[in-house]
């Protein structure tokens, strides 16, 4: 069970291959228009409502564009998913009903472990971001950094009881149409989880309780096998492209966006490949390929960089394919993983996007491209990511459950 934008669904379609590898019978239970991401691997689907897309572009979601990461920025997000969270509770009901256990992401884990208690069902979750409360690192989704041990402890928990928040309207009714007696949603943090996430990028935190666990990463199952023949031709004609994609982010003004890429790559010398992606970004060229979604593991390892938001999910094909980065983040956790992509050493710095012009992008490009010891980290990262199982480890993890 997950909900949210494309990053927080694509990983458990590959997760969900491998268990049904394993011989387990798999349903992803999360938005319609998801639908097509589990096609030809083997792994049922049940829908649910809500386009994320256009919540975040209705009049309450483009509210977030305006607001910088933060506390504010975060409770604006809790106003807008407590505003919808009740018309997913039936189709989860209904789709539990028929599991002999429950796999939860942490936009749904309250809920889901909720319905999965009041079923008897074990539960497990599957986290695509450290969401538990440490000394080591401020919140991933206020942006990371660090601001001290204990502040960012207090601050980790301040971000559990804004997740509360969400979930609070609809916890109530929903234990008791199970027979539960009534009590706080916290309770779903006491059970098992992994984080699919390379121990590389973020090492398990040495005050985290046990049974919070990192597997490495769990990689999309990908539908298509090659690359769309005008993408097939793009590549051939030259040197390697960068790609420039922002993932399913919005932004207020995509042509001037899209005219400040474009003027960055020019400046650099350099192709590019942009993604359409839910920002609308859009370029014409010669040098410049503007495409809609394609595999990112087919495409990032014949690019000399990728430009991207740090998406969870974009950030780890990044790394899978061993090429250098410029971290763009826009929001949430995506400070936090361009944070630690400057760390690896496979990015010279981020630019953030409300601070992005085409000279900023320009040098930041340059670098990445131009100075050998961000490839050859990257290709050494990249190595290494591979080598992990993470979905063989949350198989495991399943058939221990089970």
Same mark, same amino acid.
């Given at each position: 069970?997950?909900? =949210?934008?494309?990053?927080?669904?694509?990983? $458990?379609?590959?997760?969900? !291959?491998?268990?049904?590898?394993?011989?387990?019978?798999?349903?992803?239970?999360?938005?319609?228009?998801?639908?097509?991401?589990?096609?030809?691997?083997?792994?049922?689907?049940?829908?649910?409502?809500?386009?994320?897309?256009?919540? %975040?572009?209705?009049?309450?979601?483009?509210?977030?564009? !305006?607001?910088?990461?933060?506390?504010?920025?975060?409770?604006?997000?809790?106003?807008?998913?407590?505003?919808? +969270?009740?018309?997913?509770? /039936?189709?989860?009901?209904?789709?539990?009903?028929?599991?002999? #256990?429950?796999?939860?992401?942490?936009?749904? &884990?309250?809920?889901?472990?909720?319905?999965?208690?009041?079923?008897?069902?074990?539960?497990?979750?599957? !986290?695509?971001?450290?969401?538990?409360?440490?000394?080591?690192?401020?919140?991933?989704?206020?942006?990371?950094?660090?601001?001290?041990? %204990?502040?960012?402890?207090?601050? =980790?928990?301040?971000?559990?009881?804004?997740?509360?928040?969400?979930?609070?309207?609809?916890?109530?009714?929903?234990?008791?149409?199970?027979?539960?007696?009534?009590?706080?949603?916290?309770?779903?943090?006491?059970?098992?989880? *992994?984080?699919? $996430?390379?121990?590389?990028?973020?090492?398990?935190?040495?005050? @985290?309780?046990?049974?919070?666990?990192?597997?490495?990463?769990? @990689?999309?199952? /990908?539908?298509?096998?090659? %690359?769309?023949?005008?993408?097939?031709?793009?590549?051939?004609?030259?040197?390697?492209?960068? $790609? +420039?994609?922002? =993932?399913?982010?919005?932004?207020?003004?995509?042509?001037?966006?899209?005219?400040?890429?474009?003027?960055?790559?020019?400046?650099?010398?350099?192709?590019?490949?942009?993604?359409?992606?839910? &920002?609308?970004? #859009? &370029?014409?060229? /010669?040098?410049? *390929?503007?495409?809609?979604?394609?595999?990112?593991?087919?495409? $990032?390892?014949?690019?000399?960089?990728?430009?991207?938001?740090?998406?969870?999910?974009?950030?780890?094909?990044?790394?899978?394919?061993?090429?250098?980065?410029?971290?763009?983040?826009?929001?949430?956790?995506?400070?936090?993983? &361009?944070?630690?992509?400057?760390?690896?050493?496979?990015?010279?710095?981020?630019?953030?996007?409300? !601070?992005?012009?085409?000279?900023?992008?320009?040098?930041?490009?340059?670098?990445?491209?131009?100075?050998?010891?961000?490839?050859?980290?990257?290709?050494?990262? =990249?190595?290494?990511?591979?080598?992990?199982?993470?979905?063989?480890?949350?198989?495991?993890?399943?058939?221990?459950?089970?």
């Amino acid at each position: 069970m997950t909900a =949210g934008s494309r990053g927080d669904v694509a990983p $458990f379609t590959g997760l969900g !291959h491998a268990l049904v590898r394993a011989g387990h019978e798999v349903t992803l239970v999360t938005h319609e228009r998801f639908e097509p991401l589990v096609a030809g691997s083997g792994v049922g689907f049940h829908p649910l409502p809500v386009d994320p897309r256009a919540e %975040l572009e209705s009049e309450r979601g483009r509210g977030l564009h !305006h607001s910088a990461s933060g506390p504010g920025k975060l409770l604006r997000a809790v106003r807008l998913a407590r505003a919808v +969270v009740g018309e997913l509770t /039936d189709d989860l009901l209904a789709a539990a009903h028929s599991a002999d #256990a429950l796999l939860a992401a942490a936009p749904l &884990a309250p809920l889901a472990h909720t319905i999965a208690e009041g079923l008897s069902l074990p539960s497990l979750g599957l !986290h695509l971001q450290p969401i538990a409360a440490t000394r080591e690192f401020a919140p991933p989704m206020l942006g990371g950094g660090s601001w001290g041990a %204990l502040a960012n402890r207090l601050a =980790g928990h301040g971000v559990e009881l804004a997740v509360d928040r969400v979930f609070a309207p609809v916890l109530p009714s929903v234990r008791a149409r199970l027979g539960l007696p009534a009590k706080g949603p916290r309770s779903c943090r006491r059970g098992p989880v *992994l984080h699919g $996430f390379s121990p590389l990028m973020v090492p398990r935190p040495r005050d @985290w309780r046990p049974g919070l666990d990192i597997t490495g990463y769990w @990689w999309p199952y /990908d539908t298509d096998r090659q %690359l769309p023949s005008v993408l097939r031709e793009f590549l051939d004609a030259g040197p390697p492209p960068v $790609f +420039v994609g922002l =993932g399913s982010a919005t932004v207020p003004d995509p042509h001037r966006l899209s005219g400040e890429i474009v003027r960055a790559l020019r400046l650099a010398g350099l192709r590019g490949v942009i993604q359409r992606g839910w &920002a609308g970004l #859009a &370029a014409d060229g /010669d040098d410049i *390929l503007t495409v809609d979604e394609v595999p990112h593991s087919l495409l $990032f390892p014949e690019t000399a960089a990728v430009v991207h938001h740090c998406g969870a999910g974009t950030t780890a094909a990044g790394v899978r394919a061993g090429v250098p980065a410029v971290p763009v983040p826009i929001q949430f956790d995506e400070g936090f993983w &361009a944070e630690r992509l400057v760390t690896a050493g496979v990015a010279p710095r981020t630019v953030p996007l409300r !601070h992005l012009t085409a000279e900023a992008l320009a040098t930041a490009l340059t670098q990445a491209t131009g100075e050998p010891r961000y490839t050859a980290r990257a290709r050494e990262l =990249g190595t290494r990511v591979r080598a992990e199982d993470g979905s063989g480890r949350a198989v495991e993890a399943v058939a221990r459950l089970a």
